[in-house]
C-alpha cells in the first residue's frame, strides 16, 4: 500500500534517535511504499545532512515551519491563483467566511472545559493523578466542537482561496481573538491578555497552522489543482496516513482524513501539550499567552484523538495522557519504540566488562537532565565509596544551543568546586576514566569527568556503556528515554528518577528513585556498586527485558499488522480500483457505512451538509 509519513522536525533532515527510528521503520517495510511530508523548522534544517532514502520511498515533500512567515507557502495553480496563489487579501465574502471560522476557531481555544488537563505550576512535571478521568462516551465539549468546526473551515478556505497565513495575522483577527478572550465562559488566565499577548499568540498561531495551507492535500476529486495536471503525489492517493507526532504533523493526516477519507495512524512517543507545559516553564512568556498556547495545543490533541482510526502511544504514559485529552480507548495501542539491539550484542554478553567503581550518565545537555541533583547526590557517595568515579558522557552541544552550552558550563563549575582535583593512583581492573583511558589516572583527575561522545574516552555509544558498572538516569522529566533501554540492552544495572515512562522501561530490572532527591539517589547506587552479584542479576534482566520489548522486529510487527487492518477497515477508493489485481481489497472493503460496530471512513464529500463529525 502507498503511505503518507508525516513528520516534523526530524526524519530524512535531523540524525537522532527519532530519525533512525523512522529511517528503520521505513527499511523495514519494504513492501509497502512511501511519500514523506515533512515540515521542518526552517532553511537550516534543510541543509543538514540527509539520511539516504531507500528506493521505495517515491517523493518527498518539505515543508518549513518555524520560519519567517513573511511569504506564502509554497502551492500549486487553482481558482484564484491555485490554493494560496498570491493575493494578498480576500474579497467581501472571503473576509465573511474567514471571520466566522476564526471565530469559532478563537471561541474554541479560549473556552474553559471542566474536564481539562490543568496547566501546572511552573518548574513542576506536568501530571494527571488529581485531575478527573472524564465519562466514558460523554460528549465532547463545546469548545471543542466550535474549535473543530473552526479548523476545518479555515482549511477550506485556504484550500479554495488561500491567502490564510495573511489573514490570520490580519487586524480582524486580532479584534476576533480579542473578542473570544474576553468572552463569556473563557479561561480565567486569558480574560486578562491584553495587545501584546493577542500579537504574541497570533504570532505562533500563524507558524502552528500553517499545514493547512499546504499544497500537499492534492486528490482524485480534482478539487485544488484547477488548471493543473493531476501528479497523484498528494495526500489523496495515500491508502493511509501515518502522523509520527501530534501537533502540527498531524494537521495534514486529519484534513487528508476529512478531505479524502484516508485513514489515520498517529504515533506519538511525547505529548505535545505535556511538552508544551514544561517548554513555558523556560520560555519568558506571560501568562495569558501560554494559557492560550495549551488551549490550542490541548484542543488539537483532542481534535486528533478523536479523529485518528488508531493512535499508538509509545508508551502508558503517553496512552494516559491521550485517554485524558479524549481519546477513544478502544483506538489506543502501545507500540513501543524499535531499538537496534544488534549494535549492543557484544557489550550485552559481556557485562562484567566495566570498571566496578565506575558510574556513567550518557545523553544530551539540558536542565531536564538535573545533573546538578546528580553531582550533588555522587558528593554522598564519595563521602562513604572513596574510589567511586562518575562519567558525564554528553553528546555534542549543536552550535547555537546557548542553554546547554550554559547548563553544561555550570555543572562543570559545580563539579569542580565539589570534587577538587587529587593525586594519582593506579586503577585497578577496566579502563580507565582519565582524559587518555589508559590504565593509570592522571595527576590532576578529578572523580568526575565530563566527555563528549565520539571523543577518545567514549568513541562508541556502545563503549560508553561498557565501560560502567551502573548507569544513571537523574531527569526530572522524560517521555520515553532511549538510553535507559539502550543501558538495558547492554546488559547494565540501572538508577533511575521515577519521571516519564521510566518505570514501564525498567520494571523490576532496575532501581527507580523519586526525583529530586540526591540522598534517595546516592543509597541506591551504592547498594549497587557494593553488591556485585545484584548488579549481574539485574542487567541480565534487564537485557531480557529489552529484548522482549524494545526491538525493531516487534516495533515492525506491530505496524505492519495495523497498516493492514486499518486498510481492511476502508471503503475502496476510486484511485485504488486496480484492474487485473486479485484480492486487491478485502470483501469488507467494499461494504459503505459501518460495520462489525467499527467506523468506517467516508469521504467529506459524501457526508451531508454541515456535519463536522466525519468518519
Not at 502551492?75 to 465573511?96: A, C, I, L
Not at 557517595?381 to 558525564?392: G, K, N, S, V
Amino acid at each position: 500500500m502507498r503511505i503518507g509519513l508525516l513528520t516534523e522536525g526530524g526524519y530524512p533532515y535531523v540524525t537522532g534517535e527519532s530519525a533512525l527510528w523512522c529511517d528503520r521503520l521505513v527499511r523495514g517495510l519494504a513492501s509497502h511504499t512511501f511519500d514523506l511530508y515533512s515540515l521542518t523548522g526552517g532553511p537550516g534544517e534543510e541543509a543538514a545532512d540527509r539520511l539516504p532514502l531507500p528506493p521505495h520511498v517515491l517523493s518527498t515533500h518539505t515543508a518549513a515551519l518555524w520560519g519567517a512567515g513573511d511569504e506564502e507557502p509554497r502551492r500549486g495553480g487553482g481558482r484564484n491563483g491555485g490554493w494560496g496563489g498570491s493575493r494578498s487579501g480576500y474579497g467581501r465574502r472571503e473576509r465573511r467566511r474567514f471571520e466566522a471560522a476564526f471565530t469559532e476557531f478563537a471561541h474554541g481555544v479560549c473556552a474553559a472545559d471542566p474536564d481539562a488537563v490543568p496547566e501546572p505550576e511552573p518548574g513542576r512535571e506536568p501530571g494527571l493523578g488529581a485531575v478527573q478521568e472524564p465519562v466514558r462516551g460523554q460528549e465532547r465539549a463545546p469548545g471543542a466542537g466550535r474549535f473543530a468546526a473552526g479548523l476545518y473551515a479555515l482549511a477550506e478556505l485556504a484550500r479554495e482561496y488561500g491567502g490564510l497565513p495573511t489573514a490570520l495575522r490580519s487586524e480582524t483577527a486580532l479584534r476576533v481573538l480579542e473578542s473570544a478572550c474576553r468572552a463569556p465562559g473563557a479561561r480565567g488566565a486569558v480574560a486578562a491578555a491584553g495587545l501584546r499577548d493577542h500579537l504574541a499568540f497570533i504570532e505562533w498561531m500563524e507558524r502552528f497552522l500553517r499545514p493547512l495551507s499546504l499544497d500537499w492535500y492534492d486528490g482524485p476529486d480534482g478539487r485544488g489543482t484547477v488548471g493543473v495536471p493531476e501528479t497523484g503525489r498528494g495526500l489523496g492517493y495515500a491508502d493511509l496516513c501515518h502522523a509520527l507526532s501530534g501537533g502540527p504533523a498531524a494537521l495534514p493526516g486529519l484534513l487528508a482524513k476529512r478531505f479524502f477519507g484516508t485513514p489515520l495512524l498517529v504515533t506519538e512517543h511525547a505529548v505535545r501539550l505535556r511538552a508544551h507545559y514544561l517548554e513555558a516553564a523556560e520560555a519568558p512568556l506571560a501568562t495569558p499567552v501560554r494559557a492560550l498556547l495549551a488551549g490550542l495545543h490541548g484542543r488539537l490533541a483532542g481534535e486528533i484523538g478523536r479523529r485518528a482510526d488508531l493512535l499508538a502511544p509509545g508508551s502508558a504514559h503517553v496512552r494516559r495522557w491521550q485517554e485524558k485529552c479524549g481519546a477513544d480507548p478502544a483506538r489506543l495501542r502501545t507500540v513501543h519504540p524499535g531499538m537496534d539491539a544488534a549494535r549492543f550484542a557484544e557489550a550485552g554478553e559481556h557485562e562484567d566488562s566495566g570498571d566496578p567503581a565506575t558510574l556513567a550518565w550518557i545523553g544530551r545537555v539540558e536542565p531536564a537532565k538535573d545533573l546538578v541533583a546528580l553531582l550533588h547526590a555522587f558528593a554522598g557517595i564519595r563521602h562513604r565509596r572513596p574510589d567511586a568515579r562518575l562519567r558525564i558522557i554528553v553528546t555534542p552541544v549543536r552550535d547555537g544551543d546557548a542553554t546547554a552550552a550554559a547548563y553544561l558550563a555550570t555543572c562543570r563549575d559545580l563539579a569542580g568546586r565539589l570534587f577538587p582535583a587529587e593525586p594519582a593512583g593506579p586503577q585497578e581492573g577496566g579502563t580507565g576514566t582519565g582524559a587518555e583511558g589508559t590504565g593509570t589516572r592522571a595527576v590532576t583527575e578529578r572523580p568526575v569527568s565530563f566527555e563528549e561522545l565520539g571523543g577518545p574516552g567514549a568513541p562508541t555509544l556502545e563503549e560508553a556503556y561498557a565501560s560502567s558498572a551502573v548507569v544513571v538516569l537523574s531527569s526530572v522529566a522524560e517521555g520515553f528515554p532511549v538510553g535507559l533501554v539502550e543501558a538495558m540492552l547492554c546488559a547494565r544495572a540501572t538508577v533511575s528518577t521515577d519521571v516519564g515512562a521510566v518505570v514501564e522501561i525498567v520494571g523490576g530490572t532496575g532501581l527507580v528513585v523519586p526525583p529530586r532527591n540526591p540522598k534517595a539517589f546516592a543509597d541506591a547506587c551504592l547498594a549497587l556498586l557494593r553488591d556485585p552479584e545484584r548488579r549481574r542479576r539485574l542487567g541480565a534482566a534487564a537485557r531480557a527485558r529489552a529484548l522482549e520489548l524494545f526491538t525493531v522486529e516487534q516495533n515492525l510487527a506491530a505496524y505492519r499488522g495495523a497498516y493492514l487492518e486499518l486498510l481492511s477497515h476502508a471503503p475502496v477508493r476510486p484511485h485504488r480500483t486496480t484492474p487485473g489485481v486479485l484480492f486487491a481489497h478485502p470483501a469488507e472493503a467494499h461494504v459503505p457505512g459501518r460495520w462489525a460496530g467499527r467506523p468506517v471512513a467516508i469521504p467529506a464529500s459524501a457526508a451531508a451538509p454541515g456535519d463536522l463529525d466525519v468518519r
